[in-house]
């Protein structure tokens, strides 16, 4: 027997109330407006490519402009407090990543280049120049040399695709974030009409059910962006299994060809590099309660990250430090001070301090300076640089030049630039110095 009230009876359940006119066409506008600022940041991306820069460095962007513009939307409809705080968690530098995947590849090739020429270099020896019975011996063993090099430079390669995989991961998620902080503002806005309407009495009737709907549609957001931070968190882990599989894989292949001890220096690198890990994880924890503090993108405590570090280089010698970032009630002003020393068999061997500070309305933007300097085992004055830039994270828009004075006062400069259509990392404005010739080229 039916309900009168047009639900089912013999305790079935009952259909759900049907949007209303206002929620419905919020809810069509903003997946409108949410798809077209997703293409629209796919020919940002485009035309940044296009114009000589990276095309998921606009992820940076993107994702700067979403966080705001979800932190905004919860001000109105909580759930979108969470999806901001996602994004805050789920935003990484894309265009050192692809930075780092270049480098990859291109020691891969190196890498190649040298197994083809070594093999080379031994078929080019006349058989008549050398008879004796150790020959096919010495052969052996290049080709055993030749098989470790060619093994090595597969996993560079593998790794530069895992790298330049989340790279994209990445920029694929910021692209979403977009589309989803667009929606959750179109939400928003039709939200707070039906908050005002039923606060002034008029149209309070239908001001509560529009706005209950609009908060049930946030909800289901906030699902949607929490599976898609699972995708790309897997994507992350797919990139680490790669890195880490294939550093036993190779480690192996190189022990089978000659190369003792391989996996007692794999060994030894993963000890080195958990001190890396250790620092990273222990930042990375602090910074998301932070995060999840400041998810409603006002600075709700004076400390506003910390950042630590412990990285050997491949002299042996450590760079271990850290700093921290504070801000002003409201976040008008942030600080940052940070502190690095370079340490070699227990003795120091230069040490480095920066400071930078910026200000102005948050809801434009800021701008600021710092300094750094740099001294040398022997505490005398080593490097000098100095910071400008501006930034409208809301905009999406971050810009900064850094120059610097090194120990014989030459001068040398370089600037970044992000904007949704437009970037360029670590760039010059003069003829960039390449990278120095290795010892055995340098007197041809």
């Given amino acids: 027997m039916g309900d009168p009230n047009g639900g089912t009876t013999g305790g079935r359940s009952q259909s ?3 949007r209303s006119a206002g929620t419905s066409r919020a809810h069509h506008k903003g997946i409108r407006l949410g798809a077209g600022a997703g293409a629209a940041g796919i020919g940002g991306a485009l035309f940044a490519g296009a114009t000589g820069g990276s095309i998921v460095g606009t992820a940076e962007s993107l994702m700067s402009a979403a966080t705001d513009m979800a932190a905004a ?16 968690q789920s935003t990484g530098k894309t265009t050192k990543l692809e930075l780092s995947s270049r480098d990859w590849t291109d020691a891969a090739q190196q890498l190649h280049r040298a197994a083809k020429e070594i093999t080379q270099l031994v078929k080019d020896i006349p058989g008549e ?3 004796m019975d150790d020959r096919p011996l010495y052969e052996s063993h290049v080709e055993d040399h030749r098989q470790q090099l060619d093994s090595l430079g597969t996993y560079c390669t593998a790794v530069g695709y895992s790298i330049m995989g989340v790279a994209w991961a990445l920029f694929t998620y910021s692209v979403f974030a977009m589309g989803m902080a667009v929606y959750l503002d179109v939400l928003a806005a039709a939200a707070a009409v039906a908050l005002a309407a039923t606060a002034s009495g008029v149209g309070a009737v239908a001001g509560g059910p529009v706005y209950g709907q609009c908060l049930a549609l946030a909800g289901t957001a906030l699902t949607i962006t929490a599976v898609a931070t699972g995708v790309l968190a897997s994507a992350g882990t797919i990139g680490a299994a790669v890195l880490g599989g294939g550093a036993l894989l190779t480690a192996n292949s190189q022990e089978n060809n000659g190369a003792e001890n391989a996996f007692g220096a794999l060994q030894k690198a993963a000890i080195t590099g958990s001190a890396g890990a250790a620092a990273n994880l222990t930042q990375n924890a602090a910074n998301s309660g932070i995060n999840f503090a400041n998810r409603r993108g006002e600075k709700m405590m004076p400390l506003a990250g910390i950042d630590l570090d412990a990285d050997r280089d491949i002299d042996n010698t450590w760079n271990v430090g850290g700093g921290v970032k504070g801000t002003t009630p409201g976040g008008a002003g942030e600080g940052e001070l940070g502190y690095h020393a370079k340490i070699k068999d227990g003795d120091l061997q230069g040490q480095e301090l920066e400071i930078k500070v910026k200000g102005g309305p948050p809801d434009v933007g800021t701008v600021g300076g710092g300094g750094k300097i740099e001294w040398d ?18 905009a999406g828009v971050a810009a900064d030049y850094e120059g610097t004075f090194d120990q014989k006062n030459d001068y040398d400069a370089k600037y970044n630039a992000n904007t949704p259509v ?22 041809l």
Avoid at 422 to 443: A, H, M
């Fill in 129 to 131: 120049a050398w008879t």
């Fill in 73 to 88: 939307a919860g001000l109105v409809l909580p759930p979108a407090l969470m999806v901001s705080f996602l994004y805050r």
């Fill in 16 to 18: 759900p109330e049907p």
């Fill in 422 to 443: 437009f970037n360029r990392t670590d760039d010059s404005f003069g003829k960039k110095k390449g990278d120095p010739p290795p010892p055995w080229d340098e007197n």
């Fill in 377 to 394: 085992e022997n505490e005398n004055l080593k490097n000098k640089s100095f910071t400008v830039g501006a930034e409208s994270p809301k």
